[in-house]
C-alpha cells in the first residue's frame, strides 16, 4: 500500500481560499500561500480565478456561499468591491480598496494588507524612515492609494502622485485632504520634472512594466531619477522591470515587489487563521520558484 501525507491529499475538509483578478495568471500568490499552509499544516489550498469586472460581486458571494474561508482581490477589483461589502476595516474604509475579504458571523468583512506590506517592505527592506522624506507615487488605482495612505500616516513630508489621467489623481488627493494636510500633490507626467532634487524614493504603483519593453517614465524620461534615490517597482516579475534597469544605470537603489507581496500575504493568511504566517517560507518559495537568489 502507498503511503500518501494527508497534507497533500484534497478531501471534503479541505478548505479553499481564492484570488480574484483580471487577468490573475501572472500572479504569484498561489506559490506563496500554499508553501505557507503546508508548512503550518492547514488543510487548504489557494487557488486563483480569472473574474471579469462585471461577474465580480456574483462571484464573491457566489464563492463565500459554497464555503470560501477567505478572498484576496488584485488588480482592477480592489475599488470595485467597496459597495458590496457588509463591514469594512479602519484601513479598507481609509484607503478605499480592499484586497482581502473575510465573513465574521455571515457578515462579508473588507480589509487592506497593501498598506502594512508597503510599510514593512519599505522599513525593513529598504530601511527607509518614511517620515520627514518625499515620495513620488505612480498611479491613482487601489494600490496606488495604498502606497499614498502608508506613505502619509507614516510621516511623509511630501508625497506626489503622477498619474496619466490628472484627473484621477486628483480624485485621491481629494480623499486624503483630511489626513494630508498640505503634503499630497497631483501631477500630471509631463510635469514630474519640475520636481528637481529633494525626492527621497519613488514608487511605481502601475502595471507598466509587466510587458518586459514598458516603463511608466518612459514618455518623460528618468531625469527625476537621482543617485542614491530609493525606486520601488511594485512589480515582482519581470524584475527588474525597464523602470528598475534605467534608474540602477542612474545609480538610484532599486527593489521590486517580491517583499510586499509577501507581507501582505501573509497578513491576509493571519486574519483567515488567526495565526501568524511564515514570512520566511513564503519569500523562499517565491524566489525558488522564479529561480532567484534574493
Known amino acids: 500500500m502507498v503511503k500518501r501525507d494527508m497534507k497533500e491529499v484534497i478531501t471534503g475538509k479541505t478548505k479553499l481560499f481564492a484570488l480574484l483578478g483580471c487577468p490573475v495568471s501572472h500572479s504569484l500568490s498561489p506559490v506563496m500561500q500554499n508553501a505557507a499552509l503546508s508548512y503550518i499544516g492547514a488543510d487548504a489550498r489557494y487557488m486563483a480565478f480569472d473574474v ?98 502608508a506613505l502619509l500616516i507614516s510621516g511623509a513630508d511630501k508625497v506626489y502622485l503622477i498619474n496619466r489621467t490628472v484627473s484621477r489623481a486628483e480624485e485621491v488627493c481629494f480623499d486624503f485632504e483630511a489626513i494630508a494636510g498640505g503634503r499630497l500633490h497631483s501631477l500630471s507626467l509631463r510635469d514630474i520634472n519640475v520636481l528637481n532634487g529633494g525626492i527621497d524614493g519613488l514608487v511605481n504603483a502601475t502595471s507598466v512594466g509587466l510587458d518586459d519593453n514598458s516603463s511608466p517614465l518612459n514618455a518623460c524620461g528618468y531625469d527625476i531619477i537621482e543617485r542614491g534615490m530609493l525606486v520601488y517597482d511594485l512589480i515582482y516579475s519581470p524584475s527588474p522591470t525597464v523602470l528598475l534597469r534605467k534608474a540602477a544605470e542612474r545609480g538610484a537603489l532599486i527593489m521590486d515587489g517580491l517583499g510586499m507581496l509577501v507581507y501582505q500575504g501573509a497578513e491576509a493568511l493571519r486574519i483567515w487563521l488567526n495565526k501568524e504566517a511564515p514570512v520566511k517560507i513564503m519569500k523562499q518559495s517565491l524566489l525558488n520558484y522564479l529561480g532567484r537568489d534574493t
Open 52 to 149: 471579469k469586472p462585471e461577474f465580480l460581486s456574483q462571484a464573491v458571494e457566489g464563492l463565500f456561499r459554497s464555503g470560501v474561508s477567505g478572498i484576496n482581490l488584485t488588480v482592477p477589483h480592489k475599488e470595485k468591491a467597496l459597495p458590496f461589502m457588509n463591514e469594512l476595516s479602519i484601513t479598507a474604509a481609509a484607503v478605499g480598496a480592499v484586497n482581502t475579504i473575510a465573513v465574521n458571523d455571515g457578515r462579508i468583512t473588507g480589509h487592506n494588507t497593501d498598506v502594512s506590506g508597503i510599510l514593512r517592505a519599505l522599513k525593513e527592506d529598504a530601511g527607509r524612515a518614511v517620515s520627514g522624506e518625499r515620495y513620488v507615487v505612480l498611479g491613482a488605482g487601489g494600490a496606488a492609494r495604498a502606497v499614498v495612505y
